[in-house]
RNA sequence: GGGGGAAUGUCCCGAGCGGCAAAGGGGGCGGACUGUAAAUCCGCUGGCUAUGCCUUCGUAGGUUCGAGUCCUACUUCCCCCA
């Protein structure tokens, strides 16, 4: 894998980048690359109301692709996602009702406008649901049709559920056909929409090229699989983990702040990967901010933070969210476009205890947990580290901006405002 | 079908001769040092109207002044024999 020198454009970038994990055939899929003939789909199953971004490699992947002239599709798993994907899973997860699943794809769907194009054309984007026609197999056909290609035997000693069966965790029936229906997709989105390829995680390895097995017993052309590596940052953590959980991609989720806070805190190891990954900032200028030393990097961070924050949110969300940072934490001043909470002015007017008003702004969990933290040191009110936890918040604590600023720890502010 | 073991702080692992808000890790959070980084060191890591009160050890009962700890039944999981 390592000698192969791709040359077509999105095979190029894909190496160039740090897409590539594993593929089917290199050789093959660079072909087809070169005279712009890839159809590839990424598929998007609806378990919460917003993608994270564990799932913004492969976004960027359908990016590029689309760039480079090629076609992409997004699949809503609206089918699948009422099997649930035991791949690698410890135990089953919870089934989702369909109409949860139906309000997690509303959610999800938003995403994908951002860094695709859609439409009818060649290279323009298609948004397709397995849905639409795995709700409708019968039972019997299916199992004669497809269900007949499949060996359980062979299916048992996939590593995606090796472990499953040796330590001997349960294994529903229901489970054991999500490989079923994931490749009959490929076969399906082969056959409609002359899809080639199929991307994801490498988790998804088994699942794809299981797909590929299929379409080549039921006569579909050549297909082709191609996977990312899993992103973990350079001291090892699965990337994407936050204090408050997962860092979602939808804005009502995850502020365009908070986000742009993530990619901010960002290693410095990381720094030059995670620009070739998740923006389309040119390689010799991303050579140049890597190459930042000490304190240095920090610019490159922010170069990182806004241009990623921008993919999602839009530059002009991106922008504000740079200069509330640099506000915050360059000045020392409270940005007013910090996150905020509304209080009663007659509430304040009587006296607002410091630990509930923390508890109020969603700092800390609790009055027993703010308490500890001000024996910690951990909280202030304007900037003032709070000693006394019977301190009481009134109108008086308000700065010229007109509301209270509070802080947990370094980086975390919530503005008070008297309404 | 028979025999033996196990379920602990709702993030995870895990100690716990009847006096336990319950050892120790990991993870997480805060503080110090830095550069909003990493590494390191220190502290915290049930709730409350708080020198006290309330709720936690698979579920339901029982013994006891007092139960995570003993007894009974049930649930789930693991091991051995058949």
Same mark, same amino acid.
């Given at each position: 894998m390592t000698d192969f020198s791709p040359k077509s454009e999105f095979l190029r970038v894909m190496f160039e980048r740090g897409y590539v994990h594993q593929c089917s055939d290199f050789a093959g899929l660079d072909a087809l690359a070169a005279k712009r003939e890839i159809v590839a789909y990424v598929g998007y199953d609806c378990t919460a109301r917003s993608l994270h971004i564990g799932s913004l490699v492969s976004i960027m992947m359908l990016a590029w692709l689309q760039r480079t002239g090629n076609t992409p599709i997004t699949l809503m798993g609206g089918g699948t996602t009422q099997i649930g994907d035991p791949s690698f899973k410890d135990e089953a997860r919870k089934l989702l009702s369909l109409d949860e699943i139906e309000i997690n794809k509303a959610g999800i769907r938003e995403v994908f406008a951002k860094v695709l194009r859609f439409g009818e054309a060649p290279g323009e984007a298609r948004m397709i649901d397995n849905a639409e026609w795995l709700t409708r197999l019968l039972y019997l056909p299916f199992l004669r049709d497809v269900g007949r290609h499949f060996s359980v035997n062979r299916m048992m000693t996939m590593e995606s559920v090796r472990q499953r069966f040796e330590r001997e965790q349960e294994f529903s029936f229901l489970e054991f056909n999500y490989m079923l229906l994931q490749s009959y997709d490929f076969v399906e989105l082969a056959r409609r929409h002359g899809c080639n390829l199929q991307m994801g995680g490498s988790d998804q390895w088994g699942n794809i090229v299981t797909g590929i097995d299929l379409g080549r017993r039921m006569g579909t052309h050549q297909l082709y699989a191609l996977t990312c590596p899993l992103i973990t940052t350079a001291s090892g953590a699965?990337?994407?983990?936050?204090?408050?959980?997962? @860092?979602? =991609?939808?804005? &009502?989720?995850?502020?365009?702040y908070e986000y742009w806070q993530f990619w901010r805190n960002t290693e410095d190891a990381d720094v030059g990967r995670f620009l070739r990954l998740f923006t389309f900032l040119p390689l010799d200028e991303i050579a140049r901010l890597a190459a930042l030393g000490g304190a240095e990097i920090n610019e490159a961070k922010k170069v990182l933070a806004t241009?990623?924050?921008? =993919?999602?949110?839009?530059?002009?969300?991106?922008?504000? #969210?740079?200069?509330? #940072? %640099?506000?915050?934490?360059?000045?020392? %001043?409270? #940005?007013? &476009?910090?996150?905020?909470?509304? !209080?009663?002015?007659?509430?304040?007017?009587?006296?607002?205890? !410091?630990?509930?008003?923390? @508890?109020?702004?969603? =700092?800390?969990?609790?009055?027993?947990?703010?308490?500890?933290? @001000?024996?910690?040191?951990?909280?202030?009110?304007? &900037? %003032? !580290? @709070?000693?006394?936890?019977? %301190? !009481? =918040?009134t109108a008086a604590d308000a700065t010229e901006a007109g509301a209270i600023k509070l802080s947990f720890g370094k980086k975390k502010h919530v503005l008070i405002r008297p309404v």
């Amino acid at each position: 894998m390592t000698d192969f020198s791709p040359k077509s454009e999105f095979l190029r970038v894909m190496f160039e980048r740090g897409y590539v994990h594993q593929c089917s055939d290199f050789a093959g899929l660079d072909a087809l690359a070169a005279k712009r003939e890839i159809v590839a789909y990424v598929g998007y199953d609806c378990t919460a109301r917003s993608l994270h971004i564990g799932s913004l490699v492969s976004i960027m992947m359908l990016a590029w692709l689309q760039r480079t002239g090629n076609t992409p599709i997004t699949l809503m798993g609206g089918g699948t996602t009422q099997i649930g994907d035991p791949s690698f899973k410890d135990e089953a997860r919870k089934l989702l009702s369909l109409d949860e699943i139906e309000i997690n794809k509303a959610g999800i769907r938003e995403v994908f406008a951002k860094v695709l194009r859609f439409g009818e054309a060649p290279g323009e984007a298609r948004m397709i649901d397995n849905a639409e026609w795995l709700t409708r197999l019968l039972y019997l056909p299916f199992l004669r049709d497809v269900g007949r290609h499949f060996s359980v035997n062979r299916m048992m000693t996939m590593e995606s559920v090796r472990q499953r069966f040796e330590r001997e965790q349960e294994f529903s029936f229901l489970e054991f056909n999500y490989m079923l229906l994931q490749s009959y997709d490929f076969v399906e989105l082969a056959r409609r929409h002359g899809c080639n390829l199929q991307m994801g995680g490498s988790d998804q390895w088994g699942n794809i090229v299981t797909g590929i097995d299929l379409g080549r017993r039921m006569g579909t052309h050549q297909l082709y699989a191609l996977t990312c590596p899993l992103i973990t940052t350079a001291s090892g953590a699965k990337m994407g983990k936050t204090a408050q959980g997962a @860092v979602w =991609l939808n804005a &009502d989720m995850l502020s365009p702040y908070e986000y742009w806070q993530f990619w901010r805190n960002t290693e410095d190891a990381d720094v030059g990967r995670f620009l070739r990954l998740f923006t389309f900032l040119p390689l010799d200028e991303i050579a140049r901010l890597a190459a930042l030393g000490g304190a240095e990097i920090n610019e490159a961070k922010k170069v990182l933070a806004t241009e990623a924050t921008a =993919l999602m949110h839009g530059r002009e969300a991106a922008e504000a #969210a740079a200069e509330t #940072a %640099r506000r915050t934490f360059e000045e020392g %001043r409270a #940005a007013s &476009d910090l996150p905020g909470i509304d !209080v009663p002015a007659a509430e304040l007017a009587t006296g607002l205890g !410091v630990l509930a008003a923390f @508890v109020r702004a969603g =700092l800390v969990a609790s009055n027993g947990e703010a308490r500890r933290q @001000v024996q910690a040191g951990g909280l202030r009110v304007n &900037d %003032r !580290v @709070v000693t006394d936890p019977a %301190r !009481v =918040l009134t109108a008086a604590d308000a700065t010229e901006a007109g509301a209270i600023k509070l802080s947990f720890g370094k980086k975390k502010h919530v503005l008070i405002r008297p309404v």
